[in-house]
């Protein structure tokens, strides 16, 4: 008997007795597999004994030793077997620490008590789940745990047929422009969603992009015995899947559209198996499944080629490994070896994946396996031969007892993109043992560095603790400040101005300072420069003392306290020194531990990673996928297949911050050139590329698709033709009617303009021009044009320079009075200053009397004699550009938070995206140039989880119309607005509202609702949980009313002193 039949042989033990496991779980309750298992063996196989066991009142979970350490002969899941106490729940697929978003659900209609004693229960219970179990066997020859995926994939095709009914816009629905749909140049082909099916796309393109994997799919050919008549039931399932599979690879290898359809594949999938449950797959389980029936498909091939030799069949060759287990069992000393696919590996507790690949590789005590006499249980696990395509399964999902349902695990794990296995081979056992000893034996070390190294980082023996060294240094200076022999609050009159307070009086004006010149006055040194943190500083008086002070210290006491004080402080910082060195070269120590050359022959280079985003009932998946000749990373997303970074993998992947993480690792053999290695001509010896690669057959089913959809083009270009036809029809026909003129504006109408131009803005500062001139004729006594207008110019700019200097409330910002103080305080050079003001004074608003005529004719005739090289006037327009922007970005700001305080949340979203997005840009160029971002992001947040609430609110009415609005709600303005608070990782509010509102939704899933809710439920949830930070159009930027600068700073000033609470209160 071959390998593999011995294979197939164990396969089909280990699953008769994975349906007694299942039976038992059904029966009980109870879902710990150790447990089942350890029953199942003490009954010797009989199930009634077995649920005896574990349903008597006195039965006792087995100890952990018992229960853990145990020989891997024992029955696992097909051929993934199970490989010691952690991957017990991982190996069987079926169990719910493993599915996200599937329930178990029994098989029986009957519900029986067995709670009680009554052992006719008992017998019937096990009556009614055998013979239910054998019928069904006996009907379909399918086994309880193919009948558990069938369900799933029947509800996927029957979700994808029941869309065709719907009205609505679905997740996933076509454009009806075919160049929406029309691939550009060589860029990867997705996959279409057709309900449920991200798991599905997920796992065939990481398949599809393994070029020897490809390649075998593509040029299998069914074996000739069976193309007539299928021979049996795995033969009836597996050759129609592998022919639509074949179709679907060369679809994505030649189509000219952006994406496919995958829904024959599925059909497939779903007509072997008859369920009608509509649960979401799990990627493990279809890679592990999907894997299974590829094989099954290859090996008839192989034993129809085989020709007297043993068959080899490509799938076990490239997928499946072998591992030497060895170990003691209750002072037996074992030693096996097994064969592996998916290679499970626990998360909880681990901070990288060779953490987990130790865990899982090593249990119980290892001294135990190298003594001679020992009672002890454990055992190691050694690779001797690894697959060239090595999958890893993390386990990120158990069951909460408490809860009754799964729960996901969110801890970050990171791992590499270049794996080095040699520590885990058989081959290296030795010297890998030596290794490990000695990093436990440094780790040990390593605690007790740094325990000693946090009683010097934190010191005390209060609640509060600080380090050491700084208590000796705040020790130092209070015993070194000057004594002070009063009592603090002796020497305070409480009936003195506050000290430090100085009158406006007191303070010298530039006027008396400066005489008149040509030039606008330049700060001198005595004068206060411009401050460009005018809201950071705080007044403290200067003469109060800074911290407090020792009442009497003689010198010999201050000399002998300081002596100590420096040494003791010299010797902490020294030991602290000491302990952080030594604990970094522990660190790099165990770090290069396995770096020699040795130990680095053995890489395997990450292919794909497998992405879950959501909870354990319901989620998203996509990949992100290694283009090994681009050298680049990829995103799979369905339809969307975009470019991608390490680091967005890394931010989607390692989990910790989202609930997005990695749950399939992909890892291939970097030695073996042939899993990525393109095709070549054997004649020509040129690279085969796109449609070249295919056999005869699958070339021409795609170019007859893609006749059919470039059909759909010219079918769409004819008919955009025609409706330009007539429309000119229409308009030559059209009689041309007048131009309307334009009409009033009625009073009581907001009147919408576009923004003010520089020229308008200077109308509302008319006021401010004059009243400077008026100044500047009452104190100059030359009463000449040009005098008065550089003494008028001066006064100006002096009283801008102190709003820019000064530190109002928030609701009083200078920078809307004028541009200038907008300049100062964002440091615009001189001449920009200078000639905006020269602007000021010559805009024709001053015409208005003889005086200020001369004036501003003096100002225009200087704004002339200006020379193109003394002003950049480029960078002249951008600072104005930029100006007008930070107002219509207020402007945006103050109605959005208007409208919010009239809770018109809706309208108020627009509003406050758009405050958010252009202050965001602006203060990209400087702190000042903006509005507080916390207060626009706290406010747009609170938008968007009310409009949630709002709609969650009307989705959970029931009633139809409703329940659409609230969708519309989600689909139109949350779900767009999503990628804009994911886009920056650092706002840990904003992550979390996202988390609040999906959990929001997630939650409706453990609840009954009625049929069309599940569905549309379904359809809406994988856009919510989509992870992707791509930020798509909005509509156009709300209009906004055209203010004068006083109505602008009057209601921007109302609408700060009107709220209630500020960002930093929290949500």
């Given at each position: 008997m071959t390998v593999e039949q011995n294979v197939l042989q164990q396969s089909k033990s280990q699953k008769h007795q994975q349906t007694f496991l299942n039976q038992l779980r059904e029966i009980t309750g109870i879902n710990d597999i150790q447990v089942l298992q350890q029953a199942l063996k003490d009954s010797n196989g009989n199930l009634e004994l077995a649920v005896t066991f574990l349903t008597a009142k006195n039965a006792k979970v087995p100890q952990q030793e018992e229960a853990t350490y145990y020989q891997t002969a024992l029955p696992g899941n097909d051929r993934y077997i199970s490989v010691g106490s952690q991957a017990d729940t991982r190996f069987c697929p079926l169990v719910l620490t493993t599915l996200p978003g599937i329930d178990w659900i029994p098989h029986s209609k009957d519900v029986i008590d067995l709670t009680g004693d009554d052992k006719d229960d008992l017998q019937r219970a096990i009556a009614l789940s055998l013979e239910e179990s054998n019928r069904a066997f006996r009907e379909t020859g399918i086994t309880d745990e193919e009948q558990a995926i069938s369900r799933v994939l029947e509800a996927s095709i029957a979700e994808n047929k029941a869309s065709l009914k719907r009205t609505h816009p679905e997740v996933w629905s076509d454009s009806p422009n075919p160049y929406d749909r029309k691939r550009q140049d060589s860029c990867p082909v997705g996959l279409k969603n057709v309900g449920n099916t991200c798991w599905f796309s997920a796992v065939i393109q990481s398949l599809f992009n393994l070029l020897e994997f490809r390649r075998l799919v593509l040029n299998y050919n069914p074996p000739a015995s069976a193309q007539d008549l299928p021979r049996n039931q795995k033969e009836h399932r597996n050759l129609p899947f592998m022919r639509e599979l074949r179709y679907l690879f060369a679809l994505l290898v030649g189509s000219k559209r952006k994406y496919v359809d995958p829904s024959r594949a599925v059909d497939i999938l779903k007509d072997a198996f008859k369920s009608n449950d509509s649960q979401q797959q799990d990627v493990s389980e279809f890679t592990h499944k999907l894997l299974d029936w590829l094989e099954d498909a290859f090996q008839i091939k192989a034993e129809e080629e085989r020709d007297g030799e043993k068959p080899k069949n490509p799938m076990v060759e490239l997928f499946y490994g072998r591992f030497l287990a060895v170990g003691v069992l209750e002072g037996k000393k074992f030693e096996n070896t097994e064969m592996f696919g998916q290679y499970p590996l626990q998360v909880n507790g681990f901070k990288d994946l060779h953490e987990c690949l130790e865990a899982a590789m090593i249990e119980g005590e290892i001294e135990s396996l190298h003594s001679e006499n020992s009672g002890k249980s454990g055992q190691e696990h050694w690779f001797t031969e690894l697959p060239p395509v090595l999958t890893f399964e993390l386990s990120r999902f158990e069951f909460n007892q408490a809860l009754g349902r799964p729960e996901k695990i969110h801890n970050k794990l990171e791992f590499p993109p270049i794996l080095y296995l040699d520590r885990y081979m058989h081959k290296n056992r030795e010297i890998t043992r030596i290794k490990r000893d000695e990093i436990k034996r440094l780790k040990e070390y390593l605690t007790v560095l740094q325990q000693r190294l946090e009683r010097y980082l934190s010191y005390g023996s209060g609640p509060k603790r600080f380090p050491l060294v700084d208590v000796l240094q705040y020790a130092l200076e209070f015993a070194s400040s000057k004594p002070v022999c009063t009592s603090p609050i002796d020497d305070i009159d409480a009936s003195a101005p506050p000290s430090g307070t100085v009158t406006a009086q007191t303070i010298p004006s530039t006027t008396d300072q400066q005489g008149p010149s040509s030039e606008i006055p330049s700060t001198?040194?005595?004068?206060?420069?411009?401050?460009?943190?005018?809201?950071?500083?705080?007044?403290?008086?200067?003469?109060?003392?800074?911290?407090?002070?020792?009442?009497?210290?003689?010198?010999?006491?201050?000399?002998?306290?300081?002596?100590?004080?420096?040494?003791?402080?010299?010797?902490?910082?020294?030991?602290?020194?000491?302990?952080?060195?030594?604990?970094?070269?522990?660190?790099?120590?165990?770090?290069?531990?396995?770096?020699?050359?040795?130990?680095?022959?053995v890489p395997y280079r990450l292919h794909a990673v497998l992405v879950h985003e959501g909870q354990a009932n319901a989620g998203h998946y996509w990949a992100y996928i290694y283009d090994h000749h681009q050298r680049r990373w990829m995103k799979y997303n369905d339809i969307s297949v975009t470019k991608s970074t390490w680091e967005e993998l890394e931010r989607d992947s390692f989990g910790g911050y989202r609930n997005a993480s990695a749950y399939c690792l992909m890892y291939i053999n970097d030695k073996e050139q042939f899993l990525i290695q393109e095709e070549f001509n054997k004649e020509t010896g040129q690279m085969l590329l796109g449609m070249d690669t295919l056999p005869p057959d699958l070339k021409d089913y795609v170019k007859e698709d893609n006749k059919r959809f470039e059909k759909e083009l010219e079918e769409w270009d004819a008919e955009l033709a025609q409706k330009v036809q007539q429309e000119k029809l229409l308009a030559s026909q059209t009689p041309r009617m007048p131009a309307p003129s334009s009409a009033p504006v009625?009073?009581?109408?907001?009147?919408?303009?576009?923004?003010?131009?520089?020229?308008?803005?200077?109308?509302?500062?008319?006021?401010?021009?004059?009243?400077?001139?008026?100044?500047?004729?009452?104190?100059?006594?030359?009463?000449?044009?040009?005098?008065?207008?550089?003494?008028?110019?001066?006064?100006?700019?002096?009283?801008?320079?102190?709003?820019?200097?000064?530190?109002?409330?928030?609701?009083?910002?200078?920078?809307?009075?004028?541009?200038?103080?907008?300049?100062?305080?964002?440091?615009?050079?001189?001449?920009?200053?200078?000639?905006?003001?020269?602007?000021?004074?010559?805009?024709?608003?001053?015409?208005?009397?003889?005086?200020?005529?001369?004036?501003?004719?003096?100002?225009?005739?200087?704004?002339?004699?200006?020379?193109?090289?003394?002003?950049?006037?480029?960078?002249?327009?951008?600072?104005?550009?930029?100006?007008?922007?930070?107002?219509?970005?207020?402007?945006?700001?103050?109605?959005?938070?208007?409208?919010?305080?009239?809770?018109?949340?809706?309208?108020?979203?627009?509003?406050?995206?758009?405050?958010?997005?252009?202050?965001?840009?602006?203060?990209?160029?400087?702190?000042?140039?903006?509005?507080?971002?916390?207060?626009?992001?706290?406010?747009?947040?609170?938008?968007?989880?009310?409009?949630?609430?709002?709609?969650?609110?009307?989705?959970?009415?029931?009633?139809?119309?409703?329940?659409?609005?609230?969708?519309?709600?989600?689909?139109?303005?949350?779900?767009?607005?999503?990628?804009?608070?994911?886009?920056?990782?650092?706002?840990?509010?904003?992550?979390?509202?996202?988390?609040?509102?999906?959990?929001?939704?997630?939650?409706?899933?453990?609840?009954?609702?009625?049929?069309?809710?599940?569905?549309?439920?379904?359809?809406?949830?994988?856009?919510?949980?989509?992870?992707?930070?791509?930020?798509?159009?909005?509509?156009?930027?709300?209009?906004?009313?055209?203010?004068?600068?006083?109505?602008?700073?009057?209601?921007?000033?109302?609408?700060?002193?009107?709220?209630?609470?500020?960002?930093?209160?929290?949500?």
């Open positions: 001198s040194p005595v004068q206060r420069s411009v401050i460009h943190k005018p809201f950071t500083q705080s007044r403290i008086p200067p003469d109060l003392p800074m911290h407090p002070a020792p009442r009497h210290i003689t010198e010999e006491e201050l000399s002998v306290l300081e002596g100590c004080l420096h040494r003791w402080r010299t010797e902490v910082e020294n030991d602290t020194r000491d302990l952080q060195e030594s604990i970094s070269r522990i660190h790099r120590t165990i770090e290069l531990m396995y770096s020699d050359k040795s130990m680095v022959q009625q009073a009581g109408e907001p009147e919408y303009l576009e923004q003010p131009s520089r020229t308008d803005l200077s109308k509302h500062l008319k006021e401010d021009s004059v009243r400077a001139i008026t100044k500047a004729l009452a104190e100059q006594e030359d009463r000449s044009p040009e005098t008065v207008m550089q003494m008028a110019i001066k006064l100006e700019y002096a009283r801008l320079l102190k709003l820019a200097q000064d530190d109002p409330p928030p609701e009083c910002d200078y920078r809307l009075h004028h541009a200038v103080v907008y300049f100062m305080q964002n440091e615009a050079p001189k001449k920009i200053i200078e000639r905006t003001l020269l602007e000021q004074f010559g805009d024709h608003n001053l015409s208005f009397d003889e005086r200020c005529r001369n004036i501003m004719k003096v100002a225009q005739a200087k704004l002339e004699m200006i020379k193109p090289d003394e002003v950049n006037m480029e960078e002249y327009e951008r600072w104005h550009q930029e100006y007008r922007n930070y107002r219509e970005t207020t402007m945006y700001l103050m109605v959005g938070l208007e409208l919010f305080q009239k809770k018109s949340y809706m309208e108020a979203l627009l509003y406050l995206i758009y405050a958010y997005q252009s202050n965001k840009e602006l203060l990209s160029k400087g702190l000042y140039r903006g509005h507080d971002e916390e207060l626009i992001s706290h406010y747009r947040r609170e938008c968007l989880l009310k409009l949630n609430e709002h709609a969650a609110a009307l989705f959970e009415s029931g009633d139809d119309q409703e329940v659409n609005n609230g969708l519309i709600i989600m689909n139109e303005l949350i779900v767009p607005c999503l990628p804009l608070l994911l886009v920056d990782e650092t706002e840990e509010k904003d992550i979390a509202a996202v988390e609040d509102m999906r959990n929001r939704w997630c939650s409706y899933l453990g609840q009954e609702m009625e049929p069309n809710l599940q569905e549309k439920l379904t359809d809406f949830l994988p856009k919510l949980l989509d992870c992707s930070t791509e930020i798509k159009g909005f509509n156009d930027p709300p209009k906004l009313p055209s203010y004068s600068t006083h109505e602008l700073c009057e209601r921007f000033a109302r609408i700060m002193l009107s709220l209630s609470r500020t960002p930093a209160d929290g949500r």
